[in-house]
């Protein structure tokens, strides 16, 4: 399929609606009621189409005539069963490449599984236990704070001698505290429990032990530094901590129940660290900052760090794995030897372990596994047709790329900035009596500090900016800025929250950006518009090719989708304003 001639864009849509044509033939197919059309012996039904197409985004809904749109509509649904279809008839679905992303999903689905069918069941919270931890973690009652919060060690040091030499807490507060919510309230901030301490970085020594009226030591939060004393106490009832209390022993001693289960594994699948691999990782770490598997020969990539009774864990997957991680941008397991053993042990060992439990239980061969299996599957090997069909096919040219820039100004201007004075009112009946006002010698200004209602703008007379933000927030508002000449009254313009009369007092940004500076952006648009343009050749391809396997009612479709539905559907109004 790759010698795909290109074709013009703009005709593509009549194509696309006939390609659908051609495949249903101009008798009547008459299906299984509920049906509307079938692949081999895939179906997809009338509530399946118009579930399709109510979950359809709103820029994506269609209007037109009923039967082009309903076409339209199942093409687009029958597209996913012909991309498997020609997936599998390629051998996508036992290929190396797809096999080798299947992985590691199919494995966290097992350990999902093992975790919550094999340990979680075991794992029980008594009521006793939520009382005794209760009773003795402080979250049995709630403590009123008040505090002083100040920027340097020095003048905290001033505060607390002057607090010890009887000074007055909510005085100094006023005088000192950099948080303002409590600054007017001589320092206090309300009562708090054991977990909001902690956010507050208060120990929980000071948080349980500190007497009610009693001032604490100097004590740092982060750059800053805070003095702080409880004026009374609250007991809290049980039943507002108990769910957060079961959870936090439920982790506990699911975590401790897991760990078992790893230490009985380790010893029966006689898993071993192999150092010399370890010392590898660390050799190469030494030469690269931030080590990723390309760093490594295919041989290396291939050497031990883990081995076990059936099998191993190499370097490169430890290397693969510990890039799904953000911190690995940090240099992040690959510092030092523990962290090297550590950070392969949380991400990769343990998972493997997991996952041969899961296996020996034979979680992998229920229905639900093998169905999971099968949605894993499918979905790379789709994404590698796309490779192969599309992204593969879609590389830009700098010949390309500057045609497209020459041909479509507008997306590489600069952004424009104005200035606008603009007075907002709620409705069209007081827009047009301020528009007379104006004529009769009132300036906006004048109005504004008395009439707008947008907010914040009448102490600053309507003067407003509108850049990118109000691009994306206020549309409307800024395409007719835009348009608007200097110095010139315009309006009333309906816009978000009421009706606007503005004047522009100065416009600056809008220019063309040079070529050099946009080249990249230019290349990612072409790309992204070739992709587009393959896909949908690619799906013409599969429905011409697999014609004779596709069967369409068009009776049950016009059923599952008549015409009052789709004009229902495509007249709806959108959940929010455009501005």
């Not at 996508?92 to 069918?117: E, G, H, I, M, S």
């Not at 010698?441 to 947008?454: D, E, F, M, P, Y």
Request: glycine share 6%.
């Amino acid at each position: 399929m790759r010698d795909r001639k290109p074709r013009a864009w703009q005709g593509c849509e009549l194509l696309l609606l006939w390609s659908l044509a051609a495949c249903s033939p101009g008798a009547e197919v008459a299906l299984e009621p509920g049906v509307v059309a079938r692949i081999d012996s895939t179906s997809i039904s009338a509530a399946e189409m118009r579930d399709f197409v109510v979950s359809m985004p709103r820029p994506l809904r269609l209007e037109g005539p009923g039967d082009q749109v309903r076409k339209h509509y199942l093409r687009s649904l029958l597209a996913k069963h012909l991309l498997v279809l020609e997936a599998k008839e390629r051998g996508l679905d036992t290929a190396a490449v797809v096999q080798a992303k299947v992985r590691p999903y199919w494995r966290q689905y097992l350990v999902n599984t093992y975790r919550r069918l094999a340990l979680a069941p075991n794992v029980q919270v008594s009521e006793e236990e939520v009382r005794a931890y209760f009773a003795h973690s402080g979250l049995d009652r709630k403590r009123q704070l008040a505090g002083i919060l100040v920027e340097e060690d020095s003048t905290a040091e001033q505060v607390y001698e002057q607090l010890k030499a009887g000074g007055d807490f909510a005085r100094l507060a006023a005088e000192y505290t950099i948080d303002e919510r409590s600054a007017s309230q001589g320092g206090v901030l309300g009562f708090i429990d054991l977990e909001q301490a902690r956010r507050l970085q208060i120990p929980d020594e000071v948080f349980r032990s500190l007497p009610s009226g009693q001032l604490s030591s100097i004590l740092p939060m982060g750059t800053r530094y805070q003095i702080v004393r409880f004026l009374q106490d609250q007991p809290v009832p049980l039943e507002e901590q108990r769910q957060q209390i079961r959870n936090i022993l439920y982790e506990r001693k699911r975590l401790e129940q897991e760990g078992a289960e790893i230490a009985a594994l380790t010893r029966k699948l006689n898993v071993q660290l192999v150092p010399e691999g370890v010392e590898l990782l660390l050799n190469k770490a030494a030469l690269h900052p931030r080590v990723r598997r390309d760093h490594l020969a295919a041989e290396e990539a291939a050497q031990p760090l883990f081995t076990m009774r059936r099998g191993q864990i190499s370097l490169g997957e430890y290397l693969n794995a510990l890039w799904t991680d953000m911190r690995a941008l940090s240099g992040w397991g690959m510092r030092d030897r523990a962290e090297v053993v550590n950070t392969a042990r949380e991400l990769v060992l343990i998972p493997a372990l997991l996952a041969e439990a899961a296996q020996r239980a034979g979680l992998e061969e229920t229905a639900d596994g093998q169905q999971r299996l099968q949605e894993i599957r499918t979905e790379f090997m789709i994404k590698q047709l796309r490779q192969e069909e599309i992204i593969d096919q879609s590389a830009a040219s700098g010949e390309e790329a500057r045609d497209f820039y020459d041909n479509n100004e507008e997306l590489f201007r600069e952004p424009a900035q104005y200035i606008v004075v603009e007075v907002l009112v709620e409705t069209e009946v007081e827009a047009a009596g301020l528009r007379r006002a104006i004529e009769q010698g009132a300036t906006l200004g004048t109005l504004a500090q008395k009439h707008t209602i947008r907010p914040g703008m009448q102490e600053k007379d309507g003067l407003m900016h509108l850049g990118e933000y109000e691009r994306l927030t206020q549309p409307r508002l800024f395409k007719a800025v835009k348009a608007a000449s200097l110095d010139k009254i315009t309006g009333p313009l309906q816009v978000k929250d009421g009706y606007s009369i503005f004047k522009v007092l100065n416009r600056e940004g809008g220019e063309l950006a040079p070529f050099f500076s946009v080249e990249k952006k230019a290349r990612a648009l072409v790309r992204g518009q070739k992709r587009e343009q393959l896909f949908e050749e690619l799906v013409d391809d599969l429905l011409d090719k697999y014609k004779e396997r596709i069967a369409v009612s068009d009776r049950a479709l016009e059923a599952a989708l008549p015409d009052a539905f789709l004009q229902r559907h495509a007249s709806e109004a959108p959940t929010k304003s455009d501005g």
